[in-house]
């Protein structure tokens, strides 16, 4: 195995392909982790989609069925039920508990897949991380019970509210509009930042005064006591004032001794409120009962963000000193959205960062093992932390690093590793003999292709498109791409020929895994060139799966590739790469992949430390 696979605080950025359960296993030690985020898909009782809305303008949808559910009562997953349960402890004890309520269907597989997870999801956490659980209020309440039985109930922090979306029609019930995130500590010691929501602006109006300076607090609720009695200077009286006779203790607020620029730690109670009453923050007012204090309003001043974060439409200019309205961070994806990249559980950047930013520091390492389109690497990746991306399908593999490269420029790809995705032309021809859809959704990603349509006979012979523009306002311009990892012959060409000919394709491509034939050859020179500004682009090109390992590419005009949605580019360059801990041979841009077959045989087995790391 080459060195740099294990994650610990100096490692770079990776994103492996592969069962999350086995990767975590094998690739991530114990105590690595410092924020752990996961959105796990919910039972369908379906084939799981991944939907891809067009972009070159048209209506249509293409539905592409990623894999298949994994959480249906069955014979695999009654083994993996025992498994869980022989591991005795309070998992076991819970899951027994949801067997005898619940009895032995599909709810109590899709715990059964969650249970093990959780298991190794605290095993990589440090004892000062932290977990953020997404899921639907229809399993909530089951998951809850499993983080109590795996993190403690004592370790549960929040239960956060999300308003997902905007309305929900459903009749003789109310509209379901809202997510559940589950957020738990490993320990007590966990990483915390205070984040705060701005003031609403008639709050400002109605408890602040404004002033030359700005606007400044000054009413009778800004004390600088706190219920209960305490002994000791905090309970004696100050400027005639008796805390303790009224039930109370001097209690200063926080954010108003930060705004001292000396040091106050020596400093007792009292002479802190000498201090803040030489610097003029506190006023007396005889016919008062307390002194109170006196503060400017900061930008970064506010109120704590609650555990309910719900985007209010119509609510701008309501927010003091934006023009955003309330929760605007947070607010979800519509369909005009730029982020939106047509995932269908595509989560907003804006949730991430509230997670990412409570509850880490810059270089600390962020883990989603379910990351989909990789929404948490990317806000991971702006803000400056580590991450570590897990998924199980190659098509998602493929949306996280084009949606990388968007956001971050071609220079992103220095950040980051790809794990287990095939790497030589061995590892190609036997990922198609195992799965010849993974095979497709990979061929096409190494192209920046989508796939289209799955469905028998609707891709008319058509694997996947790829979008450009050559023209300025001009139309959007296609490319057609048939992927074939079996036999090939000119009349694979000559069907492709006609293809583009059909769907009025400047271009089409070939993708194989096997040597082209010079009958081939000789049928795709014979369809001419699409002409540009550029030049000349053979209209029908035939590429090996060898020739992309090395680096080859589609011959066709470099302007703008829309074959995928682009969000907005991120601001600021791309965060630095960390040092690594070990030497890493400098390779191409998809990296040494793992042994085809390592992760099977690796199933079952406990994750060891690599040598002199913990």
Known sequence: MAVGVRINSLLMNYLYYGNNLEVLGLHVDDESVDLVYLDPPFKSNQDYNVLFAEKDGTAAASQIKAFEDTWSWNQATAREYEEVVEQGGKVSEVMQAFRGFLGTNDMLAYLTMMAPRLVEL???????????????????????????????????????????????????????????????????????????????????????????????????????????????????????????????????PGDLLEDIDEDISELGQHEKLDLLLKLGRIKIDRTQAWPIYEKYLKPEDGQAIPDIWAFQPYTEGTVFGMDQGIDADVRWLSPQDQERLGYPTQKPEGLLERIIRSSSEKGDVVLDPFCGCGTMTTVAQRLERQWIGIDITHLAMGLIKNRLLTRFGPDVVKTYQVIGEPATLRDAAELAGEDPYQFQWWALGLVGARPTEQKKGADKGIDGRLFFHDQENGKTKKIILSVKSGHVSAKDVRDLRGVIEREKAEIGVLLTLVEPTKPMLSEATEADFYKSSWGKHPRLQILTIEELLAGKRIDYPPTVNVTFKKAQRALGPVAEQLPLTASVDEGPTIPAALPAKEAKRAKGKKAKPAKGKK
């Not at 089951?142 to 459903?170: C, Q």
């Not at 995130?181 to 602006?201: E, N």
């Not at 609720?221 to 009286?237: A, D, F, K, Q, Y």
């Open 122 to 252: 605290k095993r990589v956490m440090k004892a000062t991380a932290s977990i953020y659980l997404h899921c639907d209020p229809t399993a909530s309440h089951y998951l809850k019970l499993l983080m109590d039985a795996v993190f403690e109930p004592y370790n549960f922090r929040s239960e956060i509210i999300w308003r997902r979306t905007g309305a929900h029609g459903k009749s003789q019930r109310f509209a379901p509009i809202h997510d559940t995130i589950l957020f738990y500590s490993k320990t007590d010691a966990y990483k915390w930042t205070s984040l705060k929501k701005p003031y609403m602006r008639k709050h400002v109006e109605a408890y602040f005064v404004h002033d030359a300076l700005g606007w400044k607090t000054n009413y009778y609720g800004n004390v600088l006591t706190g219920s209960g009695r305490r002994g000791g200077e905090s309970g004696l009286p100050w400027q005639g004032f008796d805390p303790t006779a009224k039930g109370r203790h001097w209690a200063i």
